[in-house]
């Protein structure tokens, strides 16, 4: 039987056939591709990790862990080197807290009013710009906090230091507020409008419904940002070396001059640190602790977006 343009309903069947086994053969073949890419992400983070803990065995095997994690004093390149973690813990939570300090209200600030005041129009204009601060490298974050923050701190408090926490810590903040913005406005807008309409219909004021309802329904992605703002600050590298200086210090004053992980490894990482020395292998010690830093906080976000996660 032909038809009209002069094909047979056999040519017809043998085509459609042909183009079968073609999408059938990628129909098959996209699944192994993607097997094979999540494999390569998962031997990578294995490879990392098995390097990680190689190096820091044998780190241990030259220092006493108990000196790793009870010193105060982290000097590897003195004559007698000491090695106390403790040192670049405390530099790098105080960085830490002076940036949550920082970013949280802000942050918080800046998700309530794009979830619950802003129009479409200034919504779609305001948080591209906010998150353009994600966008910007870290390394002219530092070359702000050096160059102007800290200049100006100086002005307030003239007893400043050049390097100092306060600067760097500022500045982690302002970096991290996109992160905890549009994290915590997605958590918000997911609350359903019917929520916040019988919120309003039983007398509630539009600041009350914010405060009082939609926040506390959206708590789980609220504190699951804060805790992976919180894991950025802690991994933040280039802003507190360039900021923050290179003298390891066991304070808490945010005026002083304090090293942390990050920063340490930067500078035992650029030729300081002789292949297979005690200073190379402790580049693997602090990037394990930092690793074990990091690896609970994102745990602990994952843990509070479960459990107190609300389902609509």
């Known amino acids: 039987m032909a038809l009209a343009n002069g094909q047979s309903v056999r040519d017809l069947i043998k085509k ?24 390569v992400s998962v031997l990578t983070t294995l ?3 098995y390097t ?30 000491v090695y106390g973690i403790l040192t670049l813990i405390a530099g790098t939570l105080l960085v830490t807290v002076i940036a949550v300090i920082v970013a949280v209200p802000i942050g918080l600030g800046a998700a309530i009013y794009l979830s ?7 919504r779609r204009i305001v948080k591209p710009i906010l998150e353009i601060l994600a966008g910007i490298p870290t390394i002219v974050y530092g070359f702000f906090a050096l160059t102007f923050v800290t200049p100006l701190l100086q002005q307030a408090i003239p007893k400043l230091s ?10 982690v903040g302002i970096m991290i507020i996109p992160m905890i913005a549009s994290l915590s406005d997605d958590a918000m807008s997911s609350v359903p409008n019917s929520i916040r309409e019988g919120a309003l219909a039983m007398g509630a004021t539009k600041f009350e419904v914010a405060i009082k309802i939609i926040l506390p329904a959206a708590v789980s992605g609220v504190v699951a940002s804060f805790v992976l703002g919180i894991s950025r600050a802690i991994g933040e590298t280039m802003i507190v070396t360039l900021a923050g200086g290179s003298n390891p210090n066991f304070t808490f004053n945010p005026t002083e001059t304090i090293q942390t992980m990050t920063a340490y490894i930067v500078q035992a990482s650029t030729g300081d640190a002789g292949y297979g020395t005690t200073i190379y292998y402790s580049i693997y010690a602090v990037g394990m602790t930092l690793f074990v830093f990091t690896l609970i906080m994102n745990v602990l976000a994952q843990y509070i977006s479960r459990r107190f996660r609300e389902e609509y």
């Open 16 to 39: 459609k056939k042909s183009k079968n086994s073609a999408g059938n053969f990628i129909e098959k073949a996209v699944p192994y591709f993607l097997l094979f890419t999540a494999i």
């Open 162 to 171: 050049f390097f100092n926490a306060l600067s760097p810590g500022i500045v």
């Open 116 to 122: 619950e005041y802003a129009s479409d129009r200034v």
């Open 52 to 81: 990680l803990i190689v190096e820091t065995f044998i780190f241990f095997s030259q220092v006493p862990i108990g000196e790793f994690f009870t010193k105060t004093e982290w000097l590897p390149f003195a004559g007698d080197p």
């Open 47 to 49: 490879g990392i990790l």
